[in-house]
């Protein structure tokens, strides 16, 4: 008897074995995906991870219900990195596997109602029950979810269960399949029709039938099908458009046997052809850099490239990808946003065509699958552009690795489990390839430059701007000055405007960066100081002025904004506080009316193409003045922008973290370098309270190595990275009394193994999401000790803990290297 081992969608400790029926037995292969019965009546969709002879000594196995595939979904490689992302993050497999499949590969089991057919109707329904029975009168299955629509009640789950009681209806649990594969109809001559002597005397026929004439005119004209080497497949669709008139003329032609109509798959994805042109030449910088990036490959594995803003890194990744690409090898080329995919992809494209390909969370369930497939079946994407999650991908044998602006840390995932960091999951991943990683940025991260300066990885140093472009001229505003002075015009000080004013009188573009998305961070009441705050998070709800809405940034719970104050009910005495990108927004249309303002944050790009419209926008100077958050910081190049306004780098630096200073630095360092053109030095204005703080100096020289340097000492100190790995433990429940025994209890027992390695229990400072208390356990390991035998060591504990009934309800995480 064969046996498999299957990894189920779901955060669970082990696979599990089935047996595989004799029809399957010499297919199965590891990879391969197989739907199997879980529980008492669930499906899933699993993946086969090991197939064997050995019988299961603690349950009997059940069978597989069905084979999905006839080639498995994933490569050898990919199993490995599922293993080594389980292991390190402290993640279930089936965590992994939820991550990285996309959801159109995973059937799933769909609960399905129908009218029993044997039911005889009773007088004595309620109104509930006769709604849902009307619903399924036409005797078909539908699922719950579906029924709920169509009744429009919230949850048809407890009427169905007294309809089922009385034997009314029939409950099933059926797998539904979320990918359909995209289809269009095309036309076409039949064989017959398509010899020339028949051709001809099919135009004598049709002298009489106008429209039908003009049918087969526009498709020959459209088709090229008389002129060899240039026939394209014409659907149905333009034919009838272009033609102008109705299906009945085509129809005719199809009933005489001229034409014939088909159906085949098109896809989602972009399959124009794209005219590629010729890569830049590399500066004389831009060439020494790439020898020492090919000289250091040779002995390292990884190698940063530590260049200045606008060096011309994207050049450098050109020319490493085409040499990669011409060895018949794969490139992944990471990025930290899909706003980074839009303006990269156009550039990208222009060197590769339709071997590029593009992976993010923007593209549909269906889009991804065809992106998965593309990848899997070598069709035509040899380099793939993309967000964390493209490390994922099943590479046939990957080349290299790209990770730009390396330092970001949105390459990190924070929930759901796997919480992996995809810079330090990509180098594993080109381990496991034979591949080199080259991690690039204009900031390193504090320990990827260790990692450089003591030679674990390769370093290269490009300090030189491209086309010779200066760094911007940074000007530091005393903000907390201006206000005493009276100066400043709502929160712009007077130099900022007077630039503002300069840069669109010479028709240059302005950046505006606040890190902060919203109207308003919250609203107060001016008699009792009322601040509303979520009903399910421990945080003050976001003014958003465009929706008319307070919202939470945790949960998503929304309400309208109150006219009166709902703790003293005074009318009128509720006003905003602080500032977001929406409030900078309307002040700059106020201030500048004449002016095209864009905004580019959280709010603004929910859709696919929202990203691109801003950003096209922009490049074509359509738009005069962009606002935004983090996002336009991270390495977009606008040539005409002239001057980058900072309006608050206070919050960025006040925030209690030991990476505060550094993702400050960061953070002003990248937006500063926006500024600039290839004549004309950009200016920087950089409004702050703390105008003689070390990381504002350090920005204003652009002294990362000082920064680097400030750092490490106090981190060295302290016991942080560089120089001690961390994993932070974050416990959950909904009973703050429970979570605080069960924290207390934690450390104690965590304390007994590790010492004075444990830090806490603390609160942070959102201390409830969504109903659920929250506390932190910090452990600190040393870098020369065995992580391996700390997350052990740490596990048990941890499983001792919830294995307490008292705790049966407690969420426990580890988060590995949290940023």
Same mark, same amino acid.
């Given at each position: 008897?064969?046996?498999?081992?299957?990894?189920?969608?779901?955060?669970?400790?082990?696979?599990f074995?089935?047996?595989?029926?004799?029809?399957?037995?010499?297919?199965?292969?590891? @990879?391969?995906?197989?739907?199997?019965p879980?529980?008492?009546?669930?499906?899933?969709?699993?993946?086969v991870?090991?197939?064997?002879?050995?019988?299961?000594?603690?349950?009997?196995?059940?069978?597989?219900l069905?084979?999905?595939d006839?080639?498995?979904?994933?490569?050898?490689?990919?199993?490995?990195?599922?293993?080594?992302?389980?292991?390190?993050?402290?993640?279930?497999?089936?965590?992994?596997?939820?991550?990285?499949?996309?959801? @159109?590969?995973?059937?799933?089991?769909?609960?399905?109602?129908?009218?029993?057919?044997?039911?005889?109707?009773?007088?004595?329904?309620?109104?509930?029950?006769?709604?849902?029975?009307?619903?399924?009168?036409?005797?078909?299955?539908?699922?719950?979810?579906?029924?709920?629509?169509?009744?429009?009640?919230r949850?048809?789950?407890?009427?169905?269960?007294?309809?089922?009681?009385?034997?009314?209806?029939?409950?099933?649990?059926?797998?539904t399949?979320?990918?359909?594969?995209?289809?269009?109809?095309?036309?076409?001559?039949?064989?017959?029709?398509?010899?020339?002597?028949?051709?001809?005397?099919?135009?004598?026929?049709?002298?009489?039938?106008?429209?039908?004439?003009?049918?087969?005119?526009?498709y020959?004209?459209?088709?090229?099908?008389?002129?060899?080497?240039?026939?394209?497949?014409?659907?149905?669709?333009?034919?009838?458009?272009?033609?102008?008139?109705?299906?009945?003329?085509?129809?005719?032609?199809?009933?005489?046997?001229?034409?014939?109509?088909?159906?085949?798959?098109?896809?989602?994805?972009?399959?124009?052809?794209?005219?590629?042109?010729?890569?830049?030449?590399?500066?004389?910088y831009?060439?020494?850099a790439?020898s020492?990036?090919?000289?250091?490959?040779?002995?390292?594995?990884?190698?940063?490239?530590?260049?200045?803003?606008?060096?011309?890194?994207?050049?450098?990744?050109i020319?490493?990808?085409?040499?990669?690409?011409?060895?018949g090898?794969?490139?992944l080329?990471?990025?930290?946003?899909?706003?980074?995919?839009?303006?990269?992809?156009?550039?990208?494209?222009?060197?590769?065509?339709?071997?590029?390909?593009?992976?993010?969370?923007?593209?549909?369930?269906?889009?991804?699958?065809?992106?998965?497939?593309?990848?899997?079946?070598?069709?035509?994407?040899?380099?793939?552009?993309?967000?964390?999650?493209?490390?994922f991908?099943p590479?046939?044998?990957?080349?290299?690795?790209?990770?730009?602006?390396?330092?970001?840390?949105?390459?990190?995932?924070?929930?759901p489990?796997?919480?992996y960091?995809?810079?330090?999951?990509?180098?594993?991943?080109?381990?496991?390839?034979?591949?080199?990683t080259?991690?690039?940025?204009?900031?390193?991260?504090?320990?990827t430059?260790?990692?450089?300066?003591?030679?674990?990885?390769?370093?290269?140093?490009?300090?030189?701007?491209?086309?010779?472009?200066?760094?911007?001229?940074?000007?530091?505003?005393?903000?907390?000055?201006?206000?005493?002075?009276?100066?400043?015009?709502?929160?712009f000080?007077?130099?900022?405007?007077?630039?503002?004013?300069?840069?669109?009188?010479?028709?240059?573009?302005?950046?505006?960066?606040?890190?902060?998305?919203?109207y308003?961070?919250?609203?107060?009441?001016?008699?009792?100081?009322?601040v509303? &705050?979520?009903?399910?998070?421990?945080?003050?709800?976001?003014? &958003?002025?465009?929706l008319?809405?307070?919202?939470? &940034?945790?949960?998503?719970?929304?309400?309208?904004?109150?006219?009166?104050?709902?703790?003293?009910g005074?009318? @009128?005495?509720?006003?905003?506080?602080?500032?977001?990108?929406?409030?900078?927004?309307?002040?700059?249309k106020?201030?500048?009316?004449?002016?095209?303002?864009?905004?580019?944050?959280?709010?603004?790009?929910?859709?696919?193409?929202?990203y691109?419209?801003?950003?096209?926008?922009?490049?074509?100077?359509?738009?005069?003045?962009?606002?935004?958050?983090?996002?336009?910081s991270? @390495?977009?190049?606008?040539?005409?922008?002239?001057?980058?306004?900072?309006?608050?780098?206070?919050?960025?630096?006040?925030?209690?973290? +030991?990476?505060?200073?550094?993702?400050?630095?960061?953070?002003?360092?990248?937006?500063?370098?926006?500024a600039?053109?290839?004549?004309k030095?950009?200016?920087?204005?950089?409004?702050?309270?703390?105008p003689?703080?070390?990381?504002?100096?350090?920005?204003?020289?652009?002294?990362?190595?000082?920064?680097?340097?400030?750092?490490?000492?106090?981190?060295?100190?302290f016991?942080?990275?560089?120089?001690?790995?961390?994993?932070?433990?974050?416990?959950? &429940?909904?009973?703050?009394?429970?979570?605080?025994?069960?924290?207390?209890?934690?450390?104690?027992?965590?304390?007994?193994?590790?010492?004075?390695?444990?830090?806490?229990?603390?609160?942070?400072?959102?201390?409830?999401?969504?109903?659920?208390?929250?506390?932190?356990?910090?452990?600190?390991?040393?870098?020369?000790?065995?992580?391996?035998?700390?997350?052990?060591?740490?596990?048990?504990?941890?499983?001792?803990?919830?294995?307490?009934?008292? +705790?049966?309800?407690?969420?426990?995480?580890?988060?590995?290297?949290?940023?």
């Open positions: 008897m064969k046996y498999v081992d299957v990894i189920l969608p779901l955060p669970l400790a082990n696979t074995t089935y047996s595989v029926p004799e029809e399957w037995a010499e297919q199965v292969r590891m @990879g391969m995906r197989v739907v199997v879980f529980g008492k009546k669930k499906m899933y969709t699993a993946v991870y090991l197939v064997h002879s050995v019988t299961p000594t603690i349950y009997e196995a059940k069978d597989i069905c084979l999905l006839n080639e498995p979904i994933l490569r050898r490689p990919q199993m490995k990195f599922w293993e080594w992302i389980s292991s390190y993050y402290q993640a279930f497999l089936g965590d992994v596997y939820q991550a990285a499949v996309p959801a @159109g590969l995973k059937l799933e089991s769909e609960t399905q109602v129908r009218i029993n057919p044997d039911y005889e109707a009773e007088s004595k329904l309620s109104d509930k029950e006769g709604k849902v029975l009307d619903a399924l009168s036409d005797g078909k299955a539908i699922s719950v979810s579906e029924l709920n629509k169509i009744t429009e009640m949850d048809t789950m407890p009427t169905l269960k007294q309809l089922l009681e009385k034997g009314a209806v029939e409950i099933s649990e059926e797998l399949e979320k990918f359909r594969a995209k289809t269009d109809t095309f036309v076409r001559l039949t064989d017959e029709t398509a010899k020339e002597d028949n051709l001809r005397k099919l135009f004598d026929d049709l002298s009489r039938a106008k429209k039908q004439l003009d049918v087969l005119m526009m020959i004209d459209l088709s090229k099908c008389l002129t060899p080497n240039k026939q394209r497949e014409v659907s149905k669709k333009e034919l009838l458009e272009r033609t102008g008139v109705s299906a009945a003329a085509l129809n005719g032609l199809v009933e005489r046997g001229a034409m014939e109509i088909y159906t085949k798959e098109i896809g989602r994805l972009d399959s124009s052809e794209i005219q590629t042109s010729e890569q830049y030449e590399l500066n004389k831009q060439q020494q790439y020492e990036i090919e000289k250091q490959f040779v002995e390292k594995s990884v190698v940063l490239l530590h260049g200045v803003t606008s060096s011309g890194k994207t050049e450098l990744y020319q490493l990808i085409n040499k990669v690409l011409s060895e090898k794969q490139v080329y990471l990025v930290p946003e899909i706003a980074l995919t839009t303006q990269l992809t156009t550039r990208l494209k222009r060197v590769f065509g339709r071997r590029l390909g593009v992976y993010h969370s923007k593209f549909s369930d269906a889009e991804r699958v065809e992106i998965w497939n593309n990848v899997l079946n070598d069709k035509t994407y040899d380099v793939i552009i993309g967000v964390r999650s493209s490390i991908l590479f046939r044998q990957l080349g290299l690795i790209i990770v730009d602006e390396e330092h970001e840390s949105s390459y990190k995932q924070y929930d489990a796997p919480r960091h995809a810079r330090n999951a990509a180098i594993m991943l080109a381990s496991l390839h034979g591949a080199k080259l991690l690039g940025t204009a900031t390193p991260a504090v320990e430059y260790h990692n450089g300066l003591t030679g674990k990885f390769g370093l290269v140093e490009l300090n030189q701007r491209h086309e010779e472009m200066a760094m911007p001229e940074i000007l530091v505003v005393d903000s907390k000055e201006a206000y005493r002075k009276k100066e400043m015009q709502s929160h000080t007077p130099l900022l405007l007077e630039k503002i004013t300069n840069a669109l009188q010479n028709s240059e573009q302005v950046i505006l960066f606040q890190n902060r998305r919203g308003a961070p919250y609203i107060e009441c001016k008699a009792c100081a009322y509303p &705050h979520c009903k399910n998070c421990d945080v003050s709800l976001t003014v &958003h002025k465009v008319n809405t307070l919202s939470c &940034h945790y949960c998503g719970y929304t309400e309208a904004i109150p006219k009166i104050c709902h703790a003293c005074t009318p @009128g005495t509720l006003t905003t506080k602080g500032f977001g990108t929406e409030k900078i927004e309307d002040e700059i106020l201030l500048f009316p004449d002016t095209r303002v864009s905004r580019m944050d959280f709010d603004t790009t929910r859709t696919k193409k929202s691109e419209k801003i950003l096209t926008d922009f490049e074509q100077a359509k738009v005069d003045i962009l606002i935004g958050t983090q996002m336009i991270k @390495g977009l190049d606008f040539e005409r922008v002239s001057l980058v306004g900072i309006l608050n780098a206070d919050n960025m630096l006040n925030f209690p973290d +030991f990476r505060a200073y550094e993702r400050a630095y960061q953070l002003m360092a990248q937006v500063s370098g926006r600039g053109r290839k004549n030095r950009g200016t920087v204005v950089l409004q702050t309270s703390s003689e703080h070390p990381i504002i100096g350090q920005v204003i020289r652009n002294d990362y190595k000082a920064m680097f340097n400030t750092q490490c000492a106090e981190r060295q100190l016991k942080y990275p560089p120089y001690f790995r961390l994993i932070q433990i974050v416990l959950r &429940h909904r009973d703050p009394n429970v979570l605080n025994l069960a924290a207390n209890r934690m450390s104690i027992d965590m304390r007994a193994v590790f010492g004075i390695r444990i830090l806490g229990p603390n609160t942070p400072s959102v201390s409830r999401i969504q109903n659920l208390y929250i506390k932190h356990i910090l452990l600190k390991i040393e870098i020369d000790a065995s992580p391996e035998r700390a997350k052990e060591l740490l596990r048990q504990v941890v499983n001792q803990v919830i294995a307490d009934p008292q +705790f049966k309800a407690l969420w426990v995480n580890l988060d590995v290297d949290p940023m």
